[in-house]
């Protein structure tokens, strides 16, 4: 086979090792899948009756789509956890021993997390649709939507794997754990930016989660794009350019990280 035949199948070599473990361990997997689904009905029944959306409309549909770009930017954990654990146990170091494609094992681990997050985005959007969540835009527009989400999600996995490769410690998960939080809830995800003091509001806007937030809000029709805001007034852009950053950053670190590994 060519070169890149062997990228791809030991590429997928390392993906059914992760699906693999998913099917043998299936409460990791569920736990996760359920986690955000909570947080939604808590949202929707327990407070969204006192939010108030600019504009109008529902607040359910309003908090749907940052919801969806949570449930992308959360499983940041899983993967850190995932490539911290091997390479804490010294299998990262028995797969560098192996006739294998140079940075297979991280494909690999990019490849099974995106798919995970791929099931994860559509319990996600079955629970919005059972909550009262709509989209009034076409199946062209939601499937960019879907597109974008997954996107940031790809950004994101390169930084789980940054970190799990640079702390290589399962306990470490409490870092990524003050980085995601912040991240997650400094956003325009559960009230708009524009309700918010100055300097937070900034910060809120300047979250590459708020651009792919504002994006897919409009792609599916919801209410809280509140115009003059930067994430609204350059439309899918900053959806587009912010994972495209963190991606062109993390993804060479990941990769010259792996290959120094008890180097």
């Known amino acids: 086979m060519t070169g890149m035949a062997w990228a791809v199948a030991d590429g997928w070599t390392l993906t059914r090792r992760a699906l ?5 361990q299936p409460a990791q997997v569920v736990v996760g899948l359920l986690f955000p689904v ?44 995932a490539v911290a654990s091997d390479a804490a146990k010294g299998v990262t170091d028995r797969f560098r021993t192996l006739p294998m494609t140079p940075g297979a094992v991280l494909v690999g681990r990019a490849a099974a997390d995106l798919l995970n997050s791929a ?3 559509a319990v996600m959007m079955a629970c919005g649709l059972a909550v009262g969540w ?25 930084l789980g794997i940054y970190l799990g490769v640079r702390f290589a410690s399962p306990e470490a998960v409490v870092v990524v ?22 300097w937070l509001g ?36 900053p959806a587009v350019v912010w994972p495209a950053v963190l991606t062109a ?11 120094r590994l008890s180097g």
Do not use: C, D, K
């Open 20 to 24: 693999l473990h998913w099917v043998r």
């Open 38 to 81: 909570l947080i939604v009905v808590m949202f929707v029944y327990l407070f969204g009756g006192g939010m108030q959306v600019p504009g109008g409309g529902e607040y359910r549909e309003f908090l749907l789509p940052g919801m969806f770009a949570m449930t992308m930017v959360f499983g940041i954990e899983g993967t850190f956890a």
């Open 119 to 121: 099931l994860g985005l």
């Open 134 to 158: 709509r989209w009034h835009e076409g199946l062209g527009q939601v499937a960019v939507a879907v597109a974008l989400l997954l996107w940031l999600r790809f950004a994101f996995l390169w």
């Open 177 to 198: 754990q003050i980085l995601v939080w912040p991240v997650g809830f400094l956003s325009n995800a559960f009230a708009p930016s524009s309700e918010m003091p100055g």
């Open 202 to 237: 900034f910060l809120a806007e300047a979250n590459p989660m708020s651009a792919t937030i504002t994006a897919i809000r409009e792609l599916f029709g919801n209410p809280g794009v509140v115009a003059g805001s930067w994430t609204a007034e350059y439309g899918m852009w």
């Open 249 to 259: 950053v993390f993804l060479p670190l990941s990769v010259r990280r792996y290959q």
